[in-house]
């Protein structure tokens, strides 16, 4: 084999230059790896590129405006409202996740391994039912005027709250569905990191008289540090591109305050018909989140590169 | 050689005959089968048999003129209609024919075949097609869409004439009696009226259910609203008026007032929310069209039995009824741009467009003020005459009312899918802005749908 990997093939009677190449390994791992590319690059490589594209047409689509359609979404009250929103949304609800997806792994950490099975099943449930559905079922507990979680605080005397009338209330709404959602990944994740970490250690602590909350501090959280990091920027980039719960519960309202990027992109693209300008919208994230992704996974580089 | 009396050549000539009249008489069945394929996509009524009358009108027209019609039923549910559209548009691919809400014509103008010759027969058989839709529909002198029957409604005053009665003292029924007249009281039918009655109302328990969201039955009553106090918040020409105009200032010192007296939670309601109130008889009235009354019907015979439609009331422009209209378009990429026309023409006749009215019990209203007289209205019920004052009449002395007109349809669209007459008030009436803050913020977002 020659020192670029490919196969060396002599120069024997019959063999074109054309079989020679087909022969090659770097050939062959590319045309294996084709189909693949082809999907990457039909399904995500052209529509973000495409959307880049359209992002700095004007509304008709027929001239190229530059970046005049970002320059009009920072003149709007309502966009900064959706960034604002868009932040407290996902940072909010990706905290809240990972610290009930983490208490819940810890928990069936320590149930037996008996029963631990049916446990790990039940809170899987918010996590594989479609969001759309389980989102209507949420509205209907949330409905306006007819919520049952209402009817249930009325019979111990409490007064209604107007869950998606009042515009703190849907924020609230809005972000426990997704917590609601999305806790079970971070549990499931977590809980595979908890058993990852070797006993020993634990041991070895126990001896030197750690306390519960040293262990935490000292074992516990270094050793998952590495999927802590992969899960919240996995998360967080799902929860910024969130749609269908607002979409369902709130339909961004009232007055605009719980509208997110992929709602607000709908809204102003497809409903509005401006394409180029929800277009914008669905890419406002994009930088801050690559950003936000490079760090975070240079971290974990370096971190891998440092255990090795 | 003969066979009983007939001779060879006798024989062959009857063959040959045979053969002939055979083919001569297969010929039409053969040419019968269809060789156009016509895809149509229809709005998905909330009638249920809506979809149904469709379906036959559409096979009747196949057969009669050898076109396989194909239907499909595109719901407004979660906007599924706008999103067909939009994909459409981009794909330049689809439906060649599709149904187009409100301003979604204009907004695809030039992607839309021009209908002038079978508006023009249409026009000339039934007479004038009424203004609101031609402001929809027409783009640079020529007609884009034709305004349909199936899906276009109004959205009057739909009430529990019991209720207005027991506690608003107002017997809506004299005033808008199952008759070509209006009775006593409908001088006084204004918004000031209105007010005491929501007010009274709300004291009861019997709130009105008017949602204030950013679906459509809440951008077109308020639409109709600010209308009625002659609100102008872009004109023709695009410039953008709202902060300026006196009519926006009065109709929104108006709303703040009203909403004092809605539910609390209007702000988040859909366009459901408003029939549910009704129907449970948690409301006293709300604005729709009778699709709440048949479900009322179906579900609580109790309310229906006693609900009653009527005019909304005037203001000092006049009165306004909030008009959702949908539009039969042809897209200007279908490769069957004659046969569409023509099922078009077809539908849009008085024998059909009385069939799709009758069908959805009276809540398909045709462009044509000479169709307002369809039996269908008349003989509905109970109670009999719950929707004879549903369409527009002209003792109801009033004008249908879009949202946003006369803006130009690409400010225009943006503004009313994203309702900005209703978070207006909200800004005030919920959050407490002032009214010059909350106008601001109306200026700046209309100003923005206009550039790039």
Known sequence: MAADGSVLVGRTEGVTSLQRFARRRSTIAFLMTLPLILVIGGLVAYPAVYAMYLSTLNRTMVRNIGLENFAILLDTDTFYM???????????AVLLKALIGFWLAHMLHDIPAKGQRKWRGMLLIPWVIPPALSTLGWWWMFDPS???????????????????GEPWWARVSVIIVNVWYGAPFFMIMYLAALKSVPEQLYEAAAIDGATGFQRLRYITLPMMRNIISITVLFSLIVTFANYDIVRVLTNGGPRDLTHVFATYAFQVGILSGNVPRGAAVSLFMFPLLAIFAFFVLRGVTRRNKEEA | MAFDGMSRRDVLRASALATVAGGTLAAPAVHAQAT?????????HWVPAGNGIMRELCAEWGRNNRVDVQVDFITSVGNQNLLTIAAQAQARSGHDILSFPTWEPSAHARLLEPVDDVVGRLVAKYGPINPAAEFLAKREGAWRAIPAVSGTQQKPCLARFDLLQEHAGLDVRAMYPAEDRTGPGVDQWNWDTFLVAAEKCHAAGFSFGLPMGSFTDAVDWVGALFRSYNAKFIDESGTVTVRRDPGVRAGLEYMVKLARFLPNDVWAWDDASNNRSLISGRSALI??????????????????????????????????????????????????????????????????????????????????????NFDIWRTEGPPVGVVYNYPLKPHHNATQSVAFAPAPAEIAVQAYNQAINTKLVARVAQGGETIDQALTWAERELRNFARG
């Open chain 1, 82 to 92: 959706v960034i604002l929103q868009s932040c407290i949304f996902a940072i909010s």
């Open chain 1, 146 to 164: 007819y919520s049952s979680i209402n009817y249930l605080l009325n019979v111990f005397a409490v007064p209604s709250v107007p869950w998606l």
């Open chain 2, 36 to 44: 156009t394929t016509l895809r149509c996509g229809f709005w998905d």
């Open chain 2, 287 to 372: 604005f729709n069209p009778p699709s709440t009354w048949a479900v009322a019907k179906r579900d609580a015979p109790q309310v229906a039995e006693k609900c009653w439609t009527f005019p909304m009331p005037a203001g000092p422009a006049g009165r306004f009824t909030p008009y959702l209209p949908y539009f039969w378009g042809i897209w200007s990429f279908s490769r069957n741009k004659t046969a569409a026309k023509g099922l078009l023409e077809f539908l849009s006749d008085r024998t059909s467009a009385e069939r799709q009215t009758t069908t959805s019990s009276g809540y398909d209203i045709p462009p044509f003020g000479s169709m307002a």
